[in-house]
């Protein structure tokens, strides 16, 4: 633990001085003001980082509505993947949980939260490695767990550990990205590794024969987000494709949930290669998208979130959440969805 926090603070401290350095390439840092965009003049296009909004547009038909171009729709999804690759210019707009800008603020990068979706039941369940007597949180205590600080991951297992009365010195660490969870479990390197659907569903039909299992926890990862680099929303055209994007965006959610039939073949099975059943049966887990009209508890839980990663060790000094918004944003995806998708805080 002492070594992974180590690690995490030095490449921390050096990002940040890089950042400084290059003043992270959008201006200076100087707010995002002024009313936004209202027409995407012609010629525009943004490369989206968001394969679920990309399934749901293609199967709906909503796609080749979209007032701009997408020039490629990458498939980056991993938090530090998506903050390298908005650093390297290669993605405009991409959707995470709400931890990446997190840690992008925190090491020196300058990028603003465009939309929200809320939830309020957990999405990951803690999936164990063939062997392994795991059966409850309490019996994570001296385990090996997966963990990503800049991932939702991360801070389901910080507030899972809480939840269970466990001391971060009480288990290992294992500083790991999501793509090598898998990796790593299969090869018996960690004992637990915090995976949503369809990954979840995967790893035990492979491995469920040979012990694995999944143990629910209580921790909520509560926010969905669209995100986009400052230096991408001083561009009034790339704006004004975002601000389009946002409501075809959560439009597509709803579309989701409003054609199960239709969006577990084309996302479960054709996109995701898990049969019909399970399609089904992940999706009663699923649940009802809301968008809220006010960001404010949103915001509230950032700031948790970032006194409880900073508080164990990981991304510096706390800094308030409310950097991490343009709030210009802030009623596009709820003034685009039915009300019944419509929510007033998060």
């Known amino acids: 633990m002492r070594k992974s926090i180590r690690r995490t603070v030095l490449l921390t401290a050096a990002t940040s001085l890089l950042a ?45 509505k979209l007032p701009f171009t997408v020039s490629s729709w990458p498939a980056v999804g991993a938090g530090p993947d998506v903050i390298q690759a908005f650093r390297g210019g290669s993605v405009d707009l991409a959707t995470n949980a709400g931890i990446p800008p997190i840690h992008a603020h925190a090491t020196g990068f300058d990028a603003k939260i465009v939309a929200v979706k809320v939830r309020t039941k957990p999405l990951l369940k803690l999936a164990t490695a063939p062997g392994t007597d795991i059966h409850s949180l309490a019996d994570l205590r001296g385990k ?32 790991l990205t999501t793509p090598k969870f898998l990796t790593a479990q299969q090869a018996r390197e960690i004992d637990v590794a915090p995976l949503t659907e369809p990954s979840l569903t995967k790893y ?17 990862d509560p926010l969905s987000v669209l995100w986009a680099p400052t230096a991408v929303l001083r561009d009034p055209g790339k704006t004004a494709a ?37 399609g089904r049966r992940i999706l009663t887990t699923t649940e009802q998208p809301y968008f809220p009209a006010s960001w404010d508890e949103a915001i509230a839980w950032e700031q948790e979130t970032i006194d409880l990663v900073t508080g164990a060790g990981y991304f510096g000094d706390p800094f308030p959440a409310e950097a991490l918004f343009d709030r210009r944003f802030e009623k596009i995806a709820f003034d685009a969805v039915p009300a019944a998708y419509r929510t007033k805080g998060a």
């Open 242 to 278: 975002i601000v389009e994007f946002v409501k075809f965006w959560a439009r597509g959610e709803v579309w989701a949930w409003e054609h199960p039939d239709e969006w577990i073949d084309a996302y479960y099975v054709e996109d995701q290669s898990v049969s019909v059943e399970d």
């Open 144 to 175: 090996k767990i997966a963990f990503s600080p800049g991932q939702a991951q991360g801070i389901v297992v910080l507030r899972t550990l809480r939840a269970a009365g466990i001391r971060a010195d009480e288990v290992e660490l294992v500083d």
């Open 20 to 64: 400084v350095s290059c003043a992270t390439g959008d201006g200076g840092g100087a707010a995002l003001t002024g009313p936004l965009p209202t027409e995407v003049p012609p010629g525009v296009a943004l490369t989206i980082a968001a394969n679920t909004a990309r399934v749901a547009l293609t199967a709906s038909g909503e796609i080749g």
């Open 204 to 220: 035990l039909d492979k491995y469920g024969s040979e012990g694995a299992t999944a143990v629910d926890t209580p921790a909520v």
